[in-house]
């Protein structure tokens, strides 16, 4: 008889409270993408446990190029690329007495860069997988490898040993296994350079593109950040232009490598990526003063509920505004992934289709949408085929 008593109590006090709710306050729908281009990519990986999510975007990336070129679908080894990108960081780290970012992460030019010289190798033939762990986990390697080439250039015999790149290889083949020579594709025995080769696969056949204004348009720099430690060139175009790049690339069928921050309150881990405006009404509702007064941690949260809930009014973007944002340390190379497709949600906001490298996880499964106004303002940058390129941007920058 209690519980029947309060059924009544409950309906009332749940009246008393709806009647309480702002008018301006309405019931969300959710995210609603319709699909507007779409191009093929290979199955959802999983980084987990290691800072290589350049080595296994740039792999999404050249498989999907393979899909393209009528190759088929291949899974190609991502720890293939890190352990020969290792083994080039060290020597690097030596040679400028440690001046150098010596750490997981890396550039996409560490994988299409380095095609011509190391080639590829499928999975089945190098996982990476050594050292008594089912998923990749690189803390301890890490931890070693750092140290190992620390002593190295403390250098206390006064000249370097011939014994110690030998050695740091020796802490590769125990962790991640000891290279193979071969590859057997259809009963011939390839090198990694010639599978690579046999594939169609050419590091000249990719640019790399980014948009900053304290070097001029039209021009190649290296983009200084950590972990661009092979000082690799990128073509610098207005935003304008290089969003116009990003688009006619996934229209005419190709995807885009992306390097991005992520660390923004807008990129959930739900699958969503946008630049909330933090100051629009419809965001913070019609009680400004009551937003005023909250605390950065509590707007932080506030923010991210709105967003979880539904499409939000997001900041204008301009090159000002996002090179304000690389100048002041807000804007990092966080993250890389690949862009495989554009969407538009149920107001028309453009999103494009990315796939990432943390395994099925989200509301989406391992992909997420991410509006063009988060990709104006925090792209480091992309890379693309070269035959992706606008016909008036490849003449701008004198590329053949």
Same mark, same amino acid.
């Given at each position: 008889m209690r519980k029947l008593f309060m059924l009544p109590i409950a309906w009332l006090l749940a009246l008393s409270i709806q009647a309480q709710v702002p008018t301006d306050t309405v019931k969300t729908e959710g995210y609603k993408f319709t699909v507007v281009k779409k191009n093929p990519i290979t199955s959802i990986k999983n980084q987990a446990s290691s800072g290589t999510c350049w080595s296994f975007s740039g792999i999404a990336f050249l498989e999907s190029e393979l899909i393209k070129a009528g190759k088929g679908q291949l899974d190609l080894s991502e720890m293939y690329i890190v352990r020969r990108n290792y083994e080039d960081k060290a020597q690097k780290y030596v040679r400028l007495s440690g001046n150098l970012n010596f750490a997981q992460g890396g550039?996409?030019?560490?994988?299409?860069?380095? /095609?011509?010289?190391?080639?590829l190798l499928p999975e089945e033939s190098y996982a990476g997988l050594n050292y008594g762990e089912a998923k990749h986990k690189h803390g301890e390697l890490e931890? #070693?490898?750092?140290?190992?080439? @620390? &002593?190295? =250039?403390?250098?206390?015999?006064?000249?370097?040993?011939? &014994?110690?790149?030998?050695?740091? @290889?020796? =802490?590769?083949? &125990?962790?991640?296994? #000891?290279?193979?020579?071969? #590859?057997?594709?259809?009963?011939?025995a390839l090198t990694p350079q010639a599978y690579a080769q046999s594939l169609g696969l050419k590091a000249e056949n990719y640019v790399s593109l980014t948009s900053f204004t304290h070097h001029p348009f039209y021009s190649q720099f290296a983009i200084e950040v950590p972990d661009n430690w092979r000082w690799a060139q990128s073509y610098n175009l207005p935003l304008d232009e290089f969003i116009q790049t990003i688009d006619n690339a996934l229209e005419n069928g190709y995807? *885009?490598?992306?390097?991005?921050?992520? $660390?923004?309150?807008?990129?959930?881990?739900?699958?969503?990526? *946008?630049?909330?405006?933090?100051?629009?009404?419809?965001? =913070?509702? $019609?009680?400004?003063?009551?937003? /005023?007064?909250?605390?950065? &941690?509590?707007?932080?949260?506030?923010?991210?509920? @709105?967003?979880?809930?539904?499409? *939000?009014k997001e900041r204008i973007i301009d090159q000002s505004i996002r090179q304000k944002g690389y100048d002041n340390y807000e804007t990092t190379d966080d993250h890389g992934m690949q862009i495989y497709g554009i969407a538009k949600d149920q107001n028309g906001t453009k999103y494009y289709m990315v796939k990432n490298s943390w395994g099925e996880t989200g509301k989406?499964?391992?992909?997420?949408?991410? $509006?063009e106004t988060f990709v104006r303002y925090k792209t480091m940058n992309v890379t693309i085929n070269k035959n992706a390129l606008p016909k008036e941007i490849k003449k701008k920058l004198n590329i053949q």
């Open positions: 550039s996409f030019e560490d994988v299409v860069g380095t /095609l011509n010289e190391y080639g931890n #070693v490898l750092t140290a190992y080439v @620390k &002593a190295v =250039i403390e250098n206390k015999n006064k000249t370097l040993s011939t &014994a110690w790149y030998n050695g740091f @290889k020796g =802490i590769l083949d &125990a962790y991640l296994g #000891v290279l193979p020579t071969t #590859v057997t594709v259809g009963g011939k995807t *885009v490598l992306w390097g991005s921050d992520v $660390s923004e309150t807008g990129f959930t881990r739900n699958g969503i990526g *946008v630049i909330p405006d933090e100051n629009a009404t419809e965001n =913070i509702g $019609s009680d400004q003063a009551n937003w /005023l007064g909250l605390s950065q &941690a509590e707007k932080t949260n506030a923010l991210r509920k @709105k967003i979880e809930e539904g499409p *939000v989406y499964k391992g992909f997420w949408y991410v $509006s």
